[in-house]
């Protein structure tokens, strides 16, 4: 992903969210999709944020636009609840 693609990105979030992370050490991922092997260098996103229909949504639609721009299989979005006693 370019660098000014990250940044759009992570500012997208920001102006939703209030907040993101995001890892700067290098992950590739090798995969196969019609018997082709693909390597990716991966960059992972990490926003807190309540679990409510609103904020789902908003990460369908955000999945769906940068999935299209990247041109990339699939993303994959992870979803954890955390609950703090």
């Given at each position: 992903?370019?660098?000014e693609w990250?940044?759009?990105?992570?500012?997208?979030?920001?102006?939703?969210?209030?907040?993101?992370?995001?890892?700067?050490?290098?992950?590739?991922?090798?995969?196969?999709?019609?018997?082709?092997?693909?390597?990716?260098?991966?960059v992972r996103?990490?926003?807190?944020?309540?679990?409510?229909?609103?904020?789902?949504?908003?990460?369908?639609?955000?999945?769906?636009?940068?999935?299209?721009?990247?041109?990339?299989?699939?993303?994959?979005?992870?979803?954890?609840?955390?609950?703090?006693?």
């Open positions: 992903m370019p660098a990250l940044a759009e990105a992570v500012l997208e979030i920001v102006d939703s969210f209030g907040a993101v992370s995001y890892e700067t050490q290098k992950v590739e991922g090798h995969w196969r999709h019609g018997g082709v092997l693909y390597r990716d260098n991966l996103l990490v926003v807190d944020a309540p679990d409510s229909v609103k904020n789902r949504r908003w990460m369908k639609d955000f999945k769906s636009r940068w999935q299209a721009r990247l041109e990339q299989v699939e993303l994959w979005l992870v979803s954890c609840r955390i609950e703090i006693e």
